[in-house]
């Protein structure tokens, strides 16, 4: 029997990509950068002292890391049994952003140029803003700016439940990004809203309009709900996932994976808020698996609630709790089962600003008759897609290098 699991840690790269120069990431390391944090005692709240993750460091994710820095992660031996192949791959499209690191993943790179709206003020341009509002029937909007999604709720969450305006703001990444308040504006509403914008969106090449749903009072209490929904364009070709769901075979999603991928080549969605409510899912979807089965979860929270809030101690305590349930996923695992562990870019924690970080990811593939071992540099994330086609005796993609025979 054949099933793949992808687990897809959000943001979690171990070290400069080789091209980091040209996004301001020279020297960013999420991975490294939170173990040195911990070994220094600095990430204390809510778990305590060196970075412990045991199992993923049988899988070699502290080898791959040394490959792709230089160097061992602080509070991480060498003088570990390994029983996974690991590796680490620099990324060939040309953005740090989800879509693109997903999308690379799954064979397909993004070789073109995104939009952006690169203005930190001033953002949107008004003849689409004005689009945008004359078809939501709204008279105005807030935000129109680069932000963090938290902070901008502080700013601008009271003004939002008192005026009903929405509150539009991006960043760095090829995004368009809607928060309005579940209840005072309506979650249906904001998807409505979200929809528009998508369609209004498609003579600027963006990748992803996000929606940012809240709940609460006022700042002191504000807070996002699992409620969020991505609207990401197509992939522009298709990928290991449509590959395997042409084939007869069944791709299920579990969490964001199905927005990511624009709901192609995927059989089945599930979701769950939280890393604990994901992993569960996971367990549950790979009870059920049968033949030709691909089960892929995103772990958002990794990117969203630590990665880009520049919370060490909050990364690390997640990173903790993956390792601490890996044993449970790996005793599901039949004899010719796949697990992939991987990332889709840097949110290097410790970064200045709060945008993703350029890096290289890790690569560790671990059953399916796999030696044990170094699979060294990848030139792009593409190799685990080229390796799923092969490990499922597809057509290979057009991009990477499989690992597997
Ligand atoms: O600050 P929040 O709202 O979490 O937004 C972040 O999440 C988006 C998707 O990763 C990024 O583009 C970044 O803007
Ligand atoms: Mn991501
Ligand atoms: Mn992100």
Redesign the pocket.
């Known amino acids: 029997m054949k099933r793949t699991y992808i687990m897809m840690l959000?943001?979690f790269g171990i070290g400069a990509a080789a091209d980091a120069e040209a996004f301001g990431d020279t020297g960013s390391d999420t991975f490294g950068h939170i173990a040195q944090a911990c070994a220094e005692g600095k990430a204390n709240e809510g778990r305590e002292g060196p970075l412990k993750l045991p199992n993923l460091a049988r899988l070699g994710l502290a080898l791959a890391s040394k490959e792709s820095t230089g160097q061992l992660p602080a509070g991480f031996s060498d003088d570990v049994e390994i029983i996974g192949a690991y590796g680490h791959a620099d990324e060939l499209s040309t953005g740090k952003?989800?879509p693109s690191g997903h999308w690379e993943l799954a064979g397909v790179p993004v070789l073109y140029e995104w939009g952006y709206f690169s203005d930190h003020t001033n953002s949107f341009p008004k003849e689409l803003t004005d689009k945008i509002l004359a078809r939501a029937g709204l008279s105005d909007y807030l935000g129109n700016c680069?932000?963090?999604?938290?902070?901008?709720l502080e700013e601008l969450g009271n003004e939002h439940m008192t005026s009903g305006l929405p509150i539009f703001?991006?960043?760095?990444?090829?995004?368009f990004?809607v928060?309005c308040h579940e209840e005072t504006f309506g979650l249906e509403n904001l998807y409505t809203l979200c929809q528009i914008v998508r369609e209004e969106l498609e003579p600027y090449n963006i990748g992803?309009v996000?929606a940012?749903p809240f709940v609460g009072t006022g700042p002191s209490d504000f807070a996002?709900t699992g409620n969020r929904r991505?609207y990401a364009v197509e992939p522009p070709a298709k990928t290991v996932l449509d590959k395997l769901k042409d084939s007869g075979g069944e791709v299920v999603s579990v969490g964001k994976i199905a927005d990511i991928y624009a709901h192609c080549g995927i059989t089945k969605k599930v979701k769950g808020t939280g890393l604990e409510a994901l992993f569960d899912a996971t367990l549950e979807e790979i009870k059920l698996a049968g033949d030709n089965t691909i089960v892929f979860t995103n772990f958002v929270d990794f990117?969203?609630h630590f990665g880009?809030?520049r919370d060490v101690a909050g990364y690390a305590r997640s990173l903790e709790y993956f390792d601490s349930r890996l044993p449970e996923l790996m005793a599901l695992m039949g004899e010719d089962d796949l697990l992939l562990l991987t990332a889709d870019h840097g949110?290097d924690p410790t970064w200045p600003g709060?945008?993703?970080t350029r890096e290289r990811v890790p690569v560790l593939a671990y059953g399916a008759g796999l030696e044990a071992g170094s699979l060294g540099r990848r030139k792009s994330f593409a190799d685990m897609g080229q390796s799923i086609a092969s490990y499922f005796k597809l057509e290979p993609m057009e991009y990477g290098e499989s690992f597997i025979k």
């Open positions: 959000d943001s952003d989800t680069h932000a963090s999604g938290t902070a901008i703001y991006t960043s760095a990444d090829s995004v990004q928060a992803r996000i940012r996002r991505d990117d969203s880009h809030r949110c709060t945008d993703h």
